[in-house]
């Protein structure tokens, strides 16, 4: 397991965690150059974030200050109510995979998709297993397509609490039986990337509670880890979606679980992923960066 | 399946679904006779509830009334920081045990405890596969008692999002895996109950997203089946623990859950449970309970 308490060569920085400063939006632009400040070797940008700085900036900006992308958030939304919602998401994902690729991005992140409108508040239907057949042949079609950016997309299984509006993939057993299914050779790997073309994001908050977790990133293997979240599960947790806590302030025994994650092999980024419009989206982003650095070296 | 669109014959009432009325708080011998007045045939009550209107009454009530306990709630909690903790745990459970034997409950429901402390906002360690290990001594060392009283232990599967502080037993696979190892046989069924001394309750609102849900139903078969709980999941949901659904107000397909447990030959109660500050509980109780009814008809 990699020493992290000496630096943080290996912290990347999620941007939503900074998306709010002091309450108030903050620009990408913004954001990656009070990264690069810092000495933070990467980040993971949004869709809208990068759409409102405009795509060519970003990658410009990216690539003079020598950043790398642990991921790019996020394809998915799979799931629809008609044809026209199914080929809207078809190809939205793959304008996502094209961006993910400008950027070189490590993989893009699936957030798979649930029953379409529950997110709005008015689920069209309560057939989950429709929705993950849905998402299932959504990531069958992407795939063809990401191969030939080569482009590794990341299942990233969300906490069974968001089951209904944002994901439907909701454990590593899960996910990595539709890795199985749709990639079973594992493919993609190269010189370049030791990584499959089809694999996974290991969120320590979506998943800390499983207890077949280790047994499953032991299936998951270095070729289908493709990426690493941290952030922490706060007792209580005030909000379902926007309460997530600084490592070390909550219950997460982040460094047992990157701890399993390496022992495969896996050598990317802990890429720090916190919404908190309680707490750390109200404080200044100087500040919740340093404490980044800071919990990465400590709580990691 | 069984047809509960005429009565409701097989509706029983989770006494926390109307512990308030108008906001305020309702005594259990209030709710008792709400619910003898509508014709419901059984209850589960909670051990606060009781404590508070005194065990010999609420049991001579219920037995005047006729009135079954579909469960008692709850028993449960084993973790615990030292060997004075766990001592205290398993002297509660026991009197728990006899509190339901005295009552003639189905079974005793188990919320069987997570880190402890974490309930309080102060986690004593993160070490949840220590908890594990103590939830997994707990009842074995209950199951034992709770054999010569005769009362069958239900582990209730609470949903991840309590992992932390509720019950870190947390699927239908992993409370099946605990009763496979402590009874094997599936002892303790008789003449009177096909029910083994140790099973599960499946409550939809904790377990309706799982998509090994049905695969873990029939694995839990007829004699693990103890009870069946049904309240509906809210999109969006606005607080972790008190913002449950009526049922036709959420997501959850209960029917289908509902066909999978009678499929394995399960012939029990449908217990409503409804935790909910912001809805249920501000509204007179007399309409919660009309709206229970009415609902069981219509949407279980």
Redesign the interface.
């Known amino acids: 397991m990699r020493d992290f308490s000496q630096n943080h060569r290996w912290l990347s920085i999620n941007t939503a965690t900074i998306r709010r400063s002091r309450g108030a939006d903050l620009p990408l632009t913004d954001i990656i150059e009070a990264c690069a400040q810092r000495g933070i070797r990467a980040i993971s940008p949004w869709r809208d974030q990068v759409q409102a700085a405009g795509l060519a900036k970003v990658s410009t900006l990216v690539r003079s200050h020598g950043l790398q992308l642990s991921g790019y958030c996020r394809g998915g939304m799979f799931p629809a109510t008609d044809a026209a919602g199914l080929k809207a998401a078809r190809d939205d994902n793959r304008r996502a995979v094209d961006e993910a690729a400008e950027l070189n991005a490590a993989c893009l992140v699936l957030v798979v998709g649930a ?1 379409p409108g ?2 709005q ?1 008015k ?1 069209a239907h ?3 297993a429709l929705a ?1 057949s849905q998402v299932r042949d959504g990531i069958a079609d992407l795939l063809e397509y990401a191969r030939t950016a080569k482009m590794p997309l990341a299942i990233e299984p969300l ?3 968001y ?3 944002r994901a ?1 993939i ?2 590593m057993e ?1 996910a990595l039986d539709v890795c199985d299914e749709l990639d079973p050779r594992r493919s993609g790997e190269s010189s370049e990337r030791p990584q499959a073309a089809l694999g996974v994001a290991v969120d320590v908050y979506h998943l ?4 077949k977790l280790e047994q499953q990133i032991v299936r998951a293997g270095r070729d289908r880890l493709l990426a690493f979240h941290a952030c922490d ?1 706060l ?4 909000d ?1 979606l926007n309460d997530r806590g600084m490592m070390g302030d ?4 982040i460094p047992r679980i990157r701890g399993w994650v390496e022992a495969q092999g896996f050598a990317g980024y802990s890429e720090v992923e916190i919404f908190s419009t309680g707490n750390w989206w109200k404080r200044p982003h100087q500040e919740v960066l340093d404490t980044c650095i800071a919990r990465h070296r400590t709580a990691v």
């Open positions: 029953l529950a997110l508040g689920a309560k057939d989950i993950r906490h069974p609490m089951a209904a509006d439907c909701n454990t899960q800390w509670w499983d207890p599960w007792t209580p947790t005030t379902l909550g219950v997460i025994d």
